[in-house]
């Protein structure tokens, strides 16, 4: 059974730092590209960084480029989000997931994410 379990939210000021974590079970992680996600209330949900099944290719959304870095763990079926500069509008419930393929959509198998939460 697949399992994702986010966690490393919380409340933190403008320009701030966190380092979010999904423990990934279930299946094989080095097998798949994995994202990070968020969605914000009343907003849609939207994919910010996916990283390739060694960690050597990285993509990210443009509205947090330069500040957020995703990286895994294969041997700890870990799969992290190192957030810093972080703004107002990065406040969001965060969610990892497998891709299918690069290109590819995720899983049907969310977890329940973790808050984050930027304001001062």
């Known amino acids: 059974q697949v399992q994702l379990v986010e966690s490393g939210g919380g409340l933190v000021q403008p320009g701030g730092s966190l380092r979010l974590s999904c423990v990934a079970s279930?299946?094989?992680?080095?097998?798949?590209?994995m994202g990070w996600y968020r969605q914000a209330p009343g907003k849609e949900r939207e994919r910010v960084a996916r990283?390739?099944?060694?960690?050597?290719?990285?993509n990210y959304a443009e509205s947090v480029k330069g500040r957020f870095k995703i990286s895994r763990d294969n041997v700890k079926n870990t799969v992290y989000l190192q957030m810093n500069s972080l703004k107002p509008e990065d406040t969001a419930m965060y969610y990892c997931?497998?891709?299918?393929?690069?290109?590819?959509?995720?899983?049907?198998?969310w977890g329940q994410g973790t808050q984050v939460t930027v304001s001062s």
């Open positions: 279930g299946f094989t992680l080095k097998t798949y590209v």
């Open positions: 990283i390739e099944n060694f960690g050597v290719g990285t």
């Open positions: 997931n497998m891709l299918t393929s690069w290109n590819g959509d995720p899983s049907d198998s």
